[in-house]
């Protein structure tokens, strides 16, 4: 039997749950009030937030993050369509290459989910073990994965019309909906196997060990959009996991896929975020982990004693290299689509935007 079809035989209802949202999802909406941009960017925004109000601004804030530098550097085009073009695509009047360009935004893949759901299989373990709970077992746990991956399996294939209407409450495979059909037997096969190994190596991880009969103590929290301020650029880098544990910071990356090489700078700028959020933590040791999951490896990184100018370093890079594609810094407005370079590669067979790409934008 064809692997694929253990996915396809959907039970159950429902979305992938998102619990800890990224920078590129927009919070939840309350009023919709037109303001033109503002200078005071920071404060408005706060204040905005704090009214659940969002600002419709005729370009979006700029931010920095790992995956939105990432994308820049791996194809331009791709990063215009992802952070500009996209923009406001959720309005009913936005202009229909918004439109595309946001509902396509959306489309994700099963190795996506499947890390997310990773996540969400560690917080409830370490739920457990802080309760000082038996732990389920990773068939239980691999079971719940599996169910999420069902569900956005058979949303993607029956649910064209609503995630065409509302893009950000359905989930939709990119295969169904680029290609008309499922995910391929290999993506298929590849993730069968990543289930198994993926749940074993988590529950082996000896954070349990330790954290078990701690109750609340030395939890740390990670927020939903964690982030710290470079002047006044918001650059956003949150873990997945952290604690104190007997004088000593631990902050946690779970890895479901192949290693990468920022890696390391991720898990670097994260560890600095917790810093700034938790002032306390500034006398502490740090020591942040990566966990590779697929194979069980855990790689220990070393936190610069400079942690804040390495950052500082890091992400002021990657900021001029953004700002070089616009046409004005202050309200963020970019370049014309045409100075966003295609960079064609292997990338473009999982690329989201391939429909705006070969069509062209005006
Ligand atoms: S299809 Fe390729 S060239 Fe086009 S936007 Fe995507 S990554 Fe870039």
């Known amino acids: 039997m064809r692997r694929a079809t253990v996915l396809e035989s959907a039970s ?131 079971e719940r994965t599996r169910r999420t991956l069902r569900d956005a399996w058979r949303s993607s294939k029956e649910e064209r019309l609503a995630f065409e209407t509302k893009p950000k409450d359905h989930t939709m495979l990119r295969s169904f909906y680029v290609e008309g059909c499922p995910p391929s037997a290999a993506e298929t096969d590849r993730l069968n196997q990543k289930l198994d190994a993926c749940h074993k190596h988590l529950l082996a991880a000896d954070h349990w060990v330790r954290l078990r009969g701690c109750g609340r103590e030395g939890g740390l929290l990670i927020p939903a959009f964690a982030h710290f301020f470079l002047d006044e650029v918001t650059a956003f880098a949150a873990g997945d996991m952290a604690y104190v544990h007997e004088g000593v910071a631990y902050l946690i990356d779970w890895k479901s896929g192949r290693p990468s090489a920022d890696d390391e700078l991720q898990v670097t700028l994260a560890a600095h975020c917790l810093r700034e959020g938790e002032p306390s933590l500034d006398q502490l040791p740090v020591r942040a982990a990566l966990h590779y999951l697929l194979t069980g490896e855990e790689k220990q990184v070393t936190v610069p004693d400079d942690l804040r100018a390495f950052c500082a370093d890091a992400v002021s890079t990657g900021v001029k290299e953004m700002r070089s594609f616009l046409l004005d810094v202050e309200s963020n407005a970019p370049l014309d689509a045409g100075e966003f370079p295609r960079k064609e590669s292997g990338l473009c067979q999982s690329c989201n935007f391939t429909q705006l790409c070969k069509g062209g934008v005006s």
């Open 12 to 142: 159950g209802v429902g979305t992938p749950r998102k619990d800890r949202a990224g920078p590129r999802d927009i919070p939840t909406l309350g009023a919709v009030v037109l303001t033109p941009v503002s200078n005071a960017r920071r404060a408005l925004t706060t204040a905005a937030k704090l009214r659940n109000v969002f600002e419709i601004r005729p370009y979006p804030e700029f931010s920095w993050s790992i995956s939105r530098q990432r994308l820049l550097r791996d194809c331009p085009r791709a990063y215009y369509y992802r952070y500009y073009l996209s923009h406001n695509g959720w309005l009913r009047e936005a202009p229909q290459q918004a439109k595309l360009a946001y509902r396509l935004s959306k489309l994700t893949g099963l190795d996506a989910i499947f890390g997310q759901e990773m996540d969400v299989r560690a917080r409830e373990i370490e739920a457990k073990v802080r309760m000082d709970e038996p732990l389920p077992s990773a068939a239980e746990l691999e």
